[in-house]
């Protein structure tokens, strides 16, 4: 259309190119839009704040942090105002690339520049500080944002809310959960997810279940985030029946469960030592359409070790490639050291050497299984040189 414009004889405008440049930001097309900025002067059309903060846009939405910066500074060169709009863009694609020393510059260099912070700027920031760990300084520009005359919003507190939840912090995130209706907001499911997450690493696992079941009182249905966290909960407590009953319940709630809702079940029956149900959930979750990965073997093959079934734990191990799974160290370690358990001292080593041309490097773990292996047999020699040999592989 551009073009089109040009052979009719019509030039193209500011109102123009902005246009163009926007719809390229919403594609991510962040090199055409940068294109079209440069390609304005030239055709004799002034660049405007609109020209540029879809520039800036276009970048941050593409993650070109250092382009979106690099246009924010050009702006007063060629006469053009930054607005909050310009800032918000740059500070958000500060954000995305994890810069968060830069958000908050940016964030404190508004005022000096006579650009008022808005509600936006200040939950990019508090977003970036999320992402780096630094809890107290997300908390503090939440607390700030009132006094800056900001009225905090729900994606303000959600992300301080995961912020705590980062930090280890449930009770400042539950808290702070508690406080945004007293701020006139109506907590989300991300609010209640990432405070049910909190409490879901602090090991609070009465907790977590007590905030997912309080969510369709709040007008709210959990999602797959809410469900996991609260049966990685369980799991993390050893309550493997709420574990299970939760994966169970997902389904008649509309929430299709997916790897991680069957991997935290798969490691809670792993935890119980109940192998048959851990192998069972394994089974099952092709026909559910959830692929298994990694995580979903490992925790399968540990309960085979625990329950002392070295040759269902090799067959799992054996199976993994099959199915597109890598194995790791974890899948050879605890097939080890179900090898180890069951005294089948030959197969133990065999795993232990079959490692490397598996490109897997042998940890500590392995060794010592393989080493209490040898033990086992009586086999003093082999696991004096696999003690020797530790060290020439870079373990201590």
Do not use: H
């Not at 440049?21 to 390609?39: F, G, H, M, P, Q």
């Not at 080593?349 to 773990?365: F, N, Y």
């Amino acid at each position: 259309i551009l073009d089109e414009m040009r052979q009719a004889g019509c030039e193209p405008n500011v109102f123009s190119y902005s246009i163009l440049i926007n719809l390229c930001a919403r594609s991510k097309d962040w090199k055409t839009a940068v294109s079209l900025l440069r390609e304005m002067p030239n055709a004799g059309v002034q660049p405007n704040v609109i020209s540029y903060n879809a520039a800036i846009s276009a970048c941050e939405k593409a993650g070109r942090c250092d382009e979106a910066l690099s246009l924010l500074r050009e702006m007063p060169d060629v006469g053009v105002q930054p607005d909050v709009i310009s800032y918000n863009a740059a500070i958000s694609a500060c954000e995305k690339a994890g810069r968060c020393d830069e958000a908050l510059s940016l964030l404190r260099e508004m005022p000096d520049v006579g650009v008022q912070p808005d509600v936006i700027s200040y939950s990019a920031a508090i977003s970036a500080c999320e992402k780096a760990g630094r809890c107290d300084e997300a908390l503090s520009l939440l607390r700030e944002m009132p006094g800056a005359g900001v009225q905090p919003n729900e994606y303000s507190y959600n992300a301080a809310i995961s912020a705590c939840e980062k930090a280890g912090r449930w009770e400042e995130a539950v808290s702070l959960l508690r406080e945004m209706p007293a701020a006139g907001l109506r907590p989300n499911v991300v609010s209640y997810s990432a405070a049910i997450s909190a409490c879901e690493k602090a090991g609070r696992c009465d907790e977590a279940l007590s905030l997912l079941r309080e969510m369709p009182d709040a007008g709210l249905s959990p999602n797959v985030i809410s469900y996991n966290a609260a049966t990685s909960a369980c799991e993390k407590a050893g309550r493997c029946d709420e574990a299970l009953s939760l994966l169970r319940e997902m389904p008649g709630a509309g929430v299709q469960p997916d790897v991680i809702s069957y991997n935290a079940a798969i490691s809670a029956c792993e935890k119980a030592g109940r192998c048959n149900e851990a192998l069972s959930l394994l089974r099952e979750m092709p026909s559910a359409g959830v692929q298994p990965d990694v995580i979903s073997y490992n925790a399968a093959i540990s309960a085979c070790e625990k329950a002392s079934r070295w040759e269902k734990a090799l067959s799992l191990l054996r199976e993994m490639p099959d199915v597109g799974v890598q194995p790791d160290v974890i899948s050879y370690s605890a097939a080890i050291s179900a090898c180890e358990k069951a005294s089948r001292c030959d197969e133990a080593l065999s795993l232990l050497r079959e490692m490397p041309g598996a490109r897997v490097q042998p940890d500590v773990i392995s060794y010592n299984a393989a080493i209490s292996s040898c033990e086992k047999a009586g086999r003093c020699n082999e696991a004096l040189s696999l003690l020797r040999e530790m060290p020439d592989a870079g373990l201590s």
